[in-house]
C-alpha cells in the first residue's frame, strides 16, 4: 500500500492529519458527524471526455407538499400523474422544428424527469401501480439522455465526415494526456464507450442523494480510531489483549502483520469501502478522496489519484516559465500494483483499485446490476483501448507489460460486451437485459437501429399489450430517428405509429390523433384518420377533430369521403325488389349513415362530394322503400349546395360544371322530385282513409231528438263537402308530381344529361335498379289513386304513356308487373262500361 501511495502522489503530496490524544480519545466515545457531499466538485469520469460531460440534473425532486387531495383518491395515483406526459410530449414535439431534434430531447428528459419527481411523494401509499409507472418514466428519462449524449455529440450524425478526416491525423507526442485526445478525435468507438461510461456515472449519480446525507462516521480525520485507542490504553495500563490486534497503524499493517482491526474500526472500513465504491460508480473519484481525507485515511485518497495520464506541458510551450506537470509519471508501475491489490483486499477494496487498473472480474463482483454491470464492460474496454493505443504509440510503460495476458491481449466489442451480458451468472441481470428499456439502450449503444425496430415488431405481435408509456416512447424515438434521416424500416416505424394511434383513440386522447396520424404515409395516413372519425360520435367533437387534420395537413376531403364511404357500404344489402317484404323503419345503422353525412358539411368546399355521397345514401333507402331515411338524408344537405358549386366552380373562371357534378345535382334533383311524389301519395293516402262517418239515422223519437239529428246530418254533409274538396286538391298533387317523375324532363328519372363524366359501374347500375323499382312503384300508387278517386278516364291514359315510345317507360317493367298493370286497367274499363261509356271512357256512338 505504502508502494502505491508512493506511486499515486505524482508532483502533488495529500497531506497526512496530525492525532492528538484528546481527539482519540474523544473518538472513542463515538460520536458521529455527518459527511457533507453537497459542497464539493464532481468528476464525471476516469479518463477525461471527449465531449463536455452530460448536464447534471436530478430524478429527485423536493417533496411536493401541496399535493392534490383528488389524484390521491385515483385506484392508480402514478398513472394518473403522469397521463399529462402524452399531450405535454405532443406539444413538445410540434412546438421544435427538425433543427431542434436535441432541444427536444431535453424536452422530453425534463418531461420525465418532473413526473419522476412527482411520483415519489406518491410512493407514500406503497401503490405498485404508481412503483411502476414510476420506474417506467424512469427508464425513458435515462434513455433519452443516453439518446441525446450519443447523438449530439458524436459521429453518428454530425461527426461522420471529420472522422474520415482525421483518421490518419496522428501527431507524434511525448504526452500520455496528447495521445489519448489524439486517440478520442480518431476513434468513434472508445468515444461512443467513453460517452456510455458517463451515461451511466451520471445516472448513478442522481441517485447518490439518496444515502449521501446519511453518511456518518464517528470521528473528524482520525483512522482507525477504535484501534488507536484500544493501542494507547494497552500502553498506558501494560494489560495484554485477550483478541490480537495489529500493533502498528500504518496502511499495510493488517495485511503484513495478518491481525486485525478492532471491531467497530472493521465495520467503519467495510462501511466506508462500499460507499467509496459508489462514488467511484458515479464517477465522483474526486469526492471520494474527499470522503477519505474527512475520515482520517489521507493515504487511502493519494492510491486513487494515480490513474491520471502524464503531461509535461513545458516539453511543447517553449515558454521559460515553468508551467505545472500533470498526472503520474509512474502511472504504468501504480496500475500494476493496482491490480494485484484487486486480488488480495476486501471485495469492494478489490472492485475500487480494480475500476481503476481495468481488472473486470473484481468489478463484476460487486455488480448488482444491468447498468452496473454494462458500466463495468465499458470502463474496462475505455481502459483496453487506451492502453493499447498508449503502447502502440511507444509511450506505455515497460510495467504495463507484466499484466495479465488476457487484459493485454482482450479485444473488446461493443456487441461482445452485450454478449457476455447474456452469459452473466446473475439471475437478476439476465432478467434485466430481457427488460424493454434495456434493450432499447443495448441497441441504441449499438447503432443497430434495424435490430431495434426487429424488437419493435416483435413487441407490437406479442400477446401481451405494450404499458402506454413505453409506446409513446417508442413512437417518439421512432419519430426522432425519422427527422435525423436514418434509414429505417419503415413498415415497422409505421406498425408502431399506427399501435401509438390506436392506443390515444382507446384513451379518448382526442386532440392528439391527427398529428400523429400525420406522420404516417399519405394514403394510410387518410385511412387511420377516417377510422378514428367514423368512431367520433359527438356532433361537437367533430370540426374539432377536422380542425386539427387540416393543422396537421390531412388530406379532409379525402377522409371525410372515406368516412362517408365507409359506414355507407358497411351494409352489403342489396337492392331488392319493391314486391318483396321490407322493414322500411329507420334502423340505429341506418341512422349512422344519416348522421355521417354531416362531416362533409362543415366546409362548404366539400359541397359537391356532400352530394355525391348523400345521393349514393339515399339511392340504398329508396330501393328498400326506407322513405323517412332518405329524406332525413335529403334534409341534410343545405338548401343552397346547388348553388355553391356553382359559385365554386365560377370562382375559378370554369362556367361550366364538371360532368360528375352536373350528374350529381341532376341526381339529387330527381331523388327530391320521386320523395315529393311519395310524400303526396302519403298526404292523399292519410286523407282518403280519414273520410267523415255518416251518422247513424235515429230511430223515430221526440222532436228535440230528431232536430239533433238532423243537425249531424247537416255536419256529416258539411265536413264531407270539405273532406271530397281537399281529396280533390290531394289528387290532382300527387298526380301531378307522380308524372314529374315518370316524365322527367331531358331524357327520364335516374338517367345521367352528360356521358363524358368518369366511369361509375355501380353508380350505374344502382341508378338503372332504381328506374325498375321505382317507376313502376309509382305507376301503380298513381293508378290507385286515379281509381279510388273514380277517374278511370285518366287511369286508362297512363297506358298511353307508359306505352309511349317517347319515355320507353314500358322498359322499367317486368312481365309480371305489366301483366298486373293491365289487368287494373281491365276493372277501370269494365267501370266505365258500367257507366255507359265505351272501354276508352268516350261517350258510345248510336
Aim: proline share 4%; hydrophobic share 40%.
Amino acid at each position: 500500500m505504502f508502494l502505491l501511495i508512493l506511486l499515486s502522489r505524482g508532483q502533488s503530496e495529500l497531506p497526512s492529519p496530525v492525532v492528538r490524544d484528546d481527539e482519540v480519545t474523544i473518538a472513542a466515545r463515538r460520536r458521529r458527524k455527518k459527511v457533507n457531499l453537497d459542497d464539493s466538485d464532481w468528476t464525471n469520469s476516469m479518463y477525461t471526455s471527449p465531449v463536455s460531460g452530460l448536464e447534471n440534473t436530478s430524478f429527485f425532486t423536493e417533496d411536493i407538499t401541496n399535493l392534490s387531495s383528488a389524484l390521491l383518491k385515483e385506484d392508480d395515483p402514478g398513472e394518473a400523474a403522469a397521463a399529462s406526459l402524452f399531450p405535454e410530449f405532443l406539444t413538445s414535439f410540434l412546438k421544435h422544428s427538425s433543427s431542434a431534434v436535441f432541444e427536444l430531447l431535453e424536452d422530453y428528459q425534463t418531461l420525465c424527469q418532473d413526473k419522476v419527481g412527482f411520483s415519489v411523494v406518491l410512493r407514500a401509499g406503497q401503490n405498485s401501480k404508481t412503483a411502476g409507472v414510476r420506474w417506467l418514466l424512469q427508464q425513458e428519462s435515462c434513455s433519452w439522455r443516453l439518446i441525446t449524449s450519443l447523438y449530439r455529440y458524436l459521429d453518428r450524425v454530425q461527426l461522420a465526415m471529420e472522422d474520415d478526416i482525421m483518421t490518419d491525423m496522428v501527431v507524434p507526442s511525448e504526452s500520455e494526456k496528447v495521445v489519448v485526445e489524439q486517440l478520442f478525435q480518431r476513434d468513434a468507438v472508445i468515444r461512443q464507450s467513453q460517452l456510455v461510461v458517463d451515461w451511466l456515472e451520471c445516472i448513478a449519480k442522481d441517485q447518490i442523494g439518496d444515502f449521501s446525507d446519511n453518511i456518518e462516521y464517528y470521528a473528524k480525520n482520525v483512522c482507525w480510531e477504535n484501534t488507536l485507542h484500544a493501542l494507547k490504553m494497552r500502553r498506558k495500563s501494560g494489560a495484554a489483549f485477550t483478541v490480537p490486534l495489529v500493533t502498528e497503524l500504518d496502511p499495510d499493517a493488517p495485511l503484513r502483520q495478518q491481525r486485525p482491526l478492532a471491531d467497530l474500526d472493521r465495520e467503519d472500513d467495510a462501511r466506508l469501502l462500499k460507499n467509496l465504491f459508489t462514488l467511484i460508480r458515479a464517477g465522483m473519484t474526486e469526492e471520494a478522496q474527499r470522503l477519505c481525507k474527512r475520515c482520517g485515511q489521507a493515504w487511502r485518497a493519494a492510491t486513487l489519484e494515480g490513474w491520471k495520464l502524464y503531461h509535461d506541458p513545458n516539453m511543447t510551450s517553449g515558454s521559460l516559465e515553468l508551467q505545472p506537470v500533470e498526472g503520474n509519471p509512474q502511472r504504468g508501475i501504480w496500475k500494476a500494483c493496482c491490480w494485484r491489490m484487486a486480488e488480495e483486499l476486501n471485495r469492494y477494496e478489490r472492485a475500487i483499485y480494480a475500476s481503476l487498473s481495468g481488472n473486470l472480474k473484481p468489478i463484476l463482483a460487486v455488480c448488482e446490476s444491468w447498468e452496473d454491470c454494462v458500466w463495468a464492460y465499458f470502463r474496462v474496454m475505455v481502459d483496453s483501448l487506451v492502453e493499447k493505443d498508449l503502447m502502440s504509440s511507444g509511450m506505455a510503460h515497460q510495467e504495463v507489460e507484466t499484466l495479465p495476458r488476457e487484459y493485454l491481449e482482450a479485444n473488446w466489442t461493443m456487441e461482445k460486451v452485450f454478449e457476455e451480458l447474456q452469459a452473466s451468472e446473475s439471475k437478476r441481470v439476465l432478467e434485466e437485459t430481457r427488460e424493454h428499456y434495456h434493450i432499447i439502450q443495448k441497441f441504441v449503444i449499438l447503432g443497430d437501429l434495424d435490430g431495434l425496430l426487429e424488437e419493435f415488431s416483435d413487441w407490437l405481435t406479442a400477446s401481451k399489450p405494450l404499458p402506454s408509456h413505453l409506446l409513446r416512447f417508442m413512437t417518439h424515438l421512432v419519430l426522432f430517428f425519422r427527422s435525423l434521416g436514418l434509414a429505417l424500416k419503415e413498415e415497422v416505424c409505421v406498425d408502431v405509429l399506427k399501435a401509438y394511434v390506436s392506443l390515444l383513440i382507446r384513451d379518448q386522447q382526442t386532440d392528439l390523433v391527427a398529428s400523429y396520424v400525420g406522420q404516417l404515409p399519405a394514403e394510410l395516413a387518410t385511412a387511420q384518420y377516417a377510422a378514428f372519425l367514423e368512431t367520433v360520435t359527438q356532433a361537437e367533437l367533430r370540426p374539432r377533430c377536422l380542425q386539427l387534420a387540416s393543422e396537421a395537413g390531412l388530406d379532409v376531403a379525402a377522409i371525410t369521403k372515406l368516412v362517408v364511404e365507409t359506414v355507407r357500404e358497411r351494409d352489403d344489402t342489396e337492392f331488392t325488389h319493391h314486391n318483396q317484404t321490407l322493414e322500411t323503419a329507420t334502423t340505429k345503422e341506418d341512422q349512422r349513415k344519416i348522421d355521417v353525412i354531416d362531416w362533409l358539411l362543415f366546409d362548404p368546399a366539400h359541397r359537391a362530394e356532400a352530394l355525391k355521397q348523400s345521393n349514393a345514401i339515399m339511392r340504398k333507402f329508396l330501393a328498400l322503400q326506407k322513405h323517412d331515411a332518405a329524406k332525413a338524408v335529403f334534409s341534410k344537405v343545405p338548401e343552397d349546395s346547388m348553388k355553391e358549386i356553382c359559385c365554386q366552380w365560377a370562382g375559378i373562371g370554369q362556367t361550366t360544371l364538371p360532368a360528375e357534378d352536373e350528374n350529381a345535382i341532376r341526381e339529387h334533383l330527381c331523388i327530391r322530385a320521386y320523395l315529393e311524389a311519395h310524400e303526396a301519395f302519403t298526404d292523399w293516402f292519410s286523407h282518403s282513409s280519414s273520410a267523415p262517418q255518416k251518422p247513424a239515422p235515429a230511430p223515430e223519437a221526440k222532436f228535440t231528438e230528431r232536430v239533433a239529428n238532423e243537425m249531424r246530418e247537416k255536419e256529416y254533409q258539411t265536413s264531407l263537402s270539405a273532406w271530397s274538396c281537399r281529396l280533390d286538391v290531394l289528387t290532382e298533387d300527387v298526380k301531378e308530381r307522380i308524372y314529374n317523375v315518370l316524365l322527367f324532363v331531358d331524357g327520364g328519372w335516374m338517367v345521367d344529361n352528360r356521358q363524358d363524366s368518369e366511369p361509375d359501374s355501380e353508380r350505374s347500375h344502382q341508378m338503372a335498379a332504381l328506374r325498375s323499382l321505382c317507376l313502376p312503384r309509382l305507376s301503380f300508387l298513381l293508378l290507385s289513386v286515379l281509381q279510388n278517386s273514380s277517374r278511370h278516364q285518366e287511369a286508362l291514359r297512363l297506358a298511353d304513356i307508359i306505352s309511349s315510345d317517347q319515355h320507353r317507360l314500358y322498359q322499367v317493367f317486368s312481365k309480371e308487373e305489366l301483366r298486373r298493370f293491365l289487368q287494373k286497367l281491365r276493372e277501370s274499363s269494365l267501370s266505365l262500361l258500367d257507366r255507359g261509356l265505351d272501354p276508352l271512357g268516350y261517350e258510345l256512338q248510336p
